[in-house]
């Protein structure tokens, strides 16, 4: 699945934030809420964009509460709400004033971008994860946004597979459910 190179990393980056900056559980271990929210935010966004900057501790706050409304987005779609998922990315676009405007920067070609200049870090990437994960649900694509399905995991993904079928976070999740399932197969 690809929408464009823009798109497909805004949401890439909407998962790392979720991830990396809410709370809850993550690969079967309880997963606190960063001590430090710039160096997390920054890790999410340099998992997308390995050159990206570093990120002060009042970005990555904001961020921080950014990725608590995009994590509402993913938790909507795994309960099978789309139209909740559409009204809260619809809130994010109202709110950060999202819009396209072509940008060249960086030695790049001219590519879309989703949020005007001179606004926040926060605010720019609530525009463009908003605006990808509009793009998302607005295709039939929707029900590839999702939450782990690993028992004491809560981290969110997007599944890019050519069928559609993933529902873990990661690797490491999938091979825990998979060694769970194969011990109880054999105490049987």
């Given at each position: 699945?690809?929408?464009n190179?823009?798109?497909?990393?805004v949401?890439?980056?909407?998962?790392?934030?979720?991830?990396?900056l809410?709370?809850g559980e993550?690969?079967?271990r309880?997963?606190?809420?960063p001590?430090?929210a710039?160096?997390?935010?920054?890790?999410?966004?340099?998992?997308?964009?390995?050159?990206y900057?570093?990120v002060t501790?009042a970005?990555?706050?904001?961020?921080?509460r950014?990725a608590?409304?995009?994590?509402?987005?993913?938790t909507?779609?795994?309960d099978g709400?789309?139209d909740?998922?559409?009204?809260r990315?619809?809130?994010?676009?109202?709110?950060?004033?999202?819009?396209p405007?072509l940008e060249?920067?960086?030695?790049e070609p001219?590519?879309l971008?989703?949020?005007?200049?001179g606004g926040?870090?926060?605010?720019?990437?609530?525009a463009s994860?908003?605006?990808?994960l509009a793009?998302?649900?607005?295709?039939?694509?929707?029900?590839?946004?999702?939450v782990c399905?690993a028992?004491h995991?809560?981290?969110?993904?997007?599944?890019?597979s050519?069928?559609?079928?993933?529902?873990f976070?990661?690797?490491?999740c999938?091979?825990?459910?998979?060694t769970a399932a194969?011990?109880?197969?054999?105490?049987e």
């Open positions: 699945m690809d929408y190179s823009h798109t497909d990393g949401v890439r980056v909407a998962v790392a934030l979720v991830n990396e809410t709370p993550r690969h079967g309880d997963f606190p809420a001590e430090h710039g160096a997390a935010a920054g890790a999410g966004l340099r998992a997308v964009y390995p050159a900057r570093e501790e970005e990555g706050a904001e961020l921080a950014v608590a409304r995009l994590r509402e987005v993913f909507a779609v795994a709400d789309i909740a998922a559409a009204l990315v619809n809130a994010l676009l109202e709110e950060t004033h999202a819009r405007m060249r920067h960086d030695g001219w590519h971008h989703f949020h005007g200049s926040t870090l926060a605010g720019d990437w609530a994860c908003a605006t990808g793009i998302v649900l607005g295709s039939e694509f929707s029900d590839r946004l999702g399905t028992p995991c809560d981290r969110v993904y997007v599944d890019v050519r069928n559609g079928t993933r529902r976070c990661s690797t490491a999938q091979n825990r459910v998979k194969f011990r109880a197969r054999s105490k």
